[in-house]
């Protein structure tokens, strides 16, 4: 067990409906990343946080967005979805936002109808 | 452009035939190296980090290696449950402007038969 938790594990969704993933970092740790994996591409980061702010933007579509909130969780927000946009999305979390081991959740199997 | 690339996609071992995984790098100025395992449904399990080259790091059957293009992930006398995809990913500066975020390979599909 990481101690990163992911929720929900699965989400069934139509295109152009919008979703919340939710992310709970390791005790202790500040950054969390988000990414997203899918069977031709790997893994991509997508966006980094820490301490409530952003750092780091790699691969996001404007359709989609995060948050950190004061007790170090983190939301990504996926809009305007499209069936390109099934994939894992997977949450890590490090201590700080230097060259620390990422921690990563289990993930959230996004598929959409 | 940093890329990182894993040899060979896909590997069948029998249990106890000792084997390697490569992974190669052109990053510009790296400053860590990790190992992951991944199971199916699972997220990236963490094993290793190397921060420099000639670097060597152990677990159990696990031994990874760094040197200035490459690392290897050594296998000795695999067992069925050591089958996972094994990720190799790279820390560089200044990516996606922080000095944190990971860029990964494909990964090895590594399968142990008993």
């Known amino acids: 067990d990481s101690g990163v938790t992911q929720t929900p594990k699965h989400l069934i969704t139509a295109t152009g409906q919008r979703v919340t993933l939710r992310c709970s970092p390791r005790?202790?740790?500040?950054?969390v990343y988000w990414y997203q994996q899918s069977l031709d591409q790997g893994l991509q980061f997508l966006i980094q946080?820490?301490?409530?702010?952003?750092?780091a933007k790699g691969n996001i579509l404007e359709r989609f967005s995060a948050q950190q909130f004061p007790d170090l969780h983190s939301e990504l927000n996926l809009s305007s979805l499209e069936l390109g946009d099934s994939a894992l999305y997977f949450c890590?979390?490090?201590?700080?936002?230097?060259?620390?081991?990422?921690?990563f959740g289990d993930g959230t199997r996004l598929s959409i109808l | 452009e940093d890329q990182v690339t894993q040899s060979p996609e896909a590997l069948r071992l029998q249990e106890g035939e000792s084997s390697s995984l490569n992974c190669s790098y052109t990053v510009s100025g790296l400053r860590g190296l990790f190992w992951y395992r991944q199971d199916p449904g699972k997220g990236p399990e963490f094993l290793f980090t190397l921060y420099s080259a000639g670097e060597e790091k152990e677990k159990e059957r696990l031994k990874a290696t760094l040197t200035k293009k490459e690392s290897f992930l050594h296998i000795t006398a695999p067992k069925p449950e050591d089958s996972a995809t094994y990720l190799c990913?790279?820390?560089?500066?200044?990516?996606?402007?922080?000095?944190?975020?990971?860029?990964f390979g494909k990964g090895t599909k590594l399968s142990v038969k008993p």
């Open positions: 946080y820490y301490n409530g702010e952003e750092r």
């Open positions: 990913a790279v820390q560089a500066p200044n990516y996606g402007g922080s000095q944190g975020n990971l860029i």
């Open positions: 890590a979390s490090s201590v700080g936002t230097g060259f620390y081991p990422q921690h």
């Open positions: 005790s202790g740790d500040l950054s």
